[in-house]
Structure formats: structure tokens, C-alpha cells
């Protein structure tokens, strides 16, 4: 799994820690490499380098079986689509989870080449997730080939048990 490293400030890390803190990746032998982390510029690229290094030898090794992606616009989608694309070049499937409320904008607002060059990637994933139904329409009109799912965030729901009360029973009704 790709994406910000998990003491960042960003949407994406307090995905991927609910993932974590509900065993996504023991269950699963998720590894995650972060490709970018809070900091000056030297961090973040010292941060990208380091990610796409890991991800080469892991592919060499034939280590890989699926990439995900998690990606909003901006440089984290350039990102990450390089790190999608070497992924495929090794035969290796993709998946795409948008995690942005501006992509629309941000692919809008790009050249045509760069627009074709995001269809591409969206349309070579194995699927693309949206965060909400919402979505599907939107990116569908980037990528008119991609296929596109809904995985909603999750939300991690504190285990609080009922105290034991052994006087009379309290109700409560909300409407």
C-alpha cells in the first residue's frame, strides 16, 4: 500500500491507522510504503525516493501480488501514478483510491496531455475506489473505461461497554 506517512497530518494517514488499529495488515500482509511525509522538500523527496526504491526490489523479488494506491491531486497523484505505472510494467495490478474532493478541479485545470495522461492511469487500474456514490459519476467522466468502486472511510467505532447497573433500568429515546 502506498501513500503519506503515518505521522503526517492528512486524511489519507488516519485512513490507513484505522486500517492498522482493526488488523487490515496482519490479516492481509499489507506492507505500506510511505511516499511522502511532512517537511521541507528535502524530506519529502529523500521520503519519495526511498518509496520507489523499496518498491523496485520489491517487485524484483516478485514480492508484489497488488499495489494500492491511495492518492489525492497535486503531486501525490504524479506520485503515485509513476509508482502505478512501474507496478504494471512488472505485471503487477494496481488499484486507485482517490481520496481527494478537488480531483475534479485539479484534473479540469490541467493540459490535455496531462488530462490524457490521468484517464490512462484511472483506466489501467484494476479499479478505482471513490469514497462515496457521489463520485462514480465524476470520475466516470474522466475515465470513461475505468472501473470504479465505493469504499467509503472507515470509522473506527470505540468499544464501549454497557455498565452493569443493578438498580432500575435507564431508557433512552431519541426521535
Known sequence: MLGTALDSHSGIAAVVKVY??????SRARVLYLATHRDGGRGRKLATAVRAALSLL?????GRVGLVHVLA??????????LLAMLARAFGVPYVMHIHCGRFVSFHRKRGALARRWIRR???RAR????????WIAPLTAIAPGARIAV?????????I???VNAGRPTVLYLG
Open 161 to 163: 461497554a454497557a455498565p
Open 57 to 61: 526490489r520489491l517487485l524484483l523479488a
Open 72 to 81: 489525492a491531486s497535486g503531486a501525490s497523484f504524479w506520485r503515485k501514478a
Open 121 to 123: 492511469v484511472l483506466e
Open 151 to 159: 469504499a467509503p472511510n472507515p470509522v473506527q467505532i470505540p468499544r
Open 127 to 134: 479499479v478505482v475506489i471513490a469514497l462515496s456514490e457521489e
Open 20 to 25: 492498522i488499529a482493526e488488523g487490515l495488515f
